[in-house]
């Protein structure tokens, strides 16, 4: 087994359906070989397949993403395949579904009473939702009153959208606020 190391990580970062992290490898392979093959070891092997599949003979690429591995399309790629995943997403999510997941992005951890406080609207079926589709998890609960629950986006909701953490979010533009004197006002020319 171990002569086939590289082969059998890959299969492993292959099969995974989110980013697999170095230690999950790890207790594979001692599972699966009765011996302990050291995390040097397989992040050699891994940054060998990272190598592997940067050149131009693969549309795909292994990338170190939320902390794991995993093999994604390359960007040359990405229109393609977005074109194709466009609709099954939107038709997914709704957008209150949106909503609720925007806020809890950016807002993280937090509660459904300053979720609800935000949109001005409850928001049971969507977090229900969200957290069926894996896109947000339970983070905690709150010190407040009442001890709320806390939710925060899923490693999920990272791979999705390619980012390490939450940091990489595109940053929220402040609005700006129309001018006084031009509230209201008509031309009549």
Known sequence: MLEQLKSHIEALVFAADQPVTVNEIQATLSKLAGVEVTQFEIENHLNDLVQKYAG?????????????????????????????????????????????LSIIAYKQ???????????????????QKLLEKDLISISG???????????????????YFGINSADELPKLKEIEQPQENSIGVISEN
Do not use: W
Request: hydrophobic share 35%.
């Open 109 to 127: 951890p937090i509660g459904k009473p300053e979720i609800e406080s935000i949109r001005g609207v409850n928001c049971d079926y969507s977090i």
């Open 56 to 100: 131009d003979e693969f549309p795909f690429q292994v990338v170190h993403i939320a902390n794991g591995y995993q093999f994604m399309t390359k960007n040359e790629y990405a229109g393609t395949v977005a074109e194709m995943l466009k609709s099954k997403l939107n038709k997914r999510l709704s957008t209150n579904q949106l909503e609720v």
């Open 141 to 159: 609960r709150s010190k407040q009153v009442g001890h709320p629950i806390l939710y925060a986006v899923s490693p999920f909701f990272m791979n």
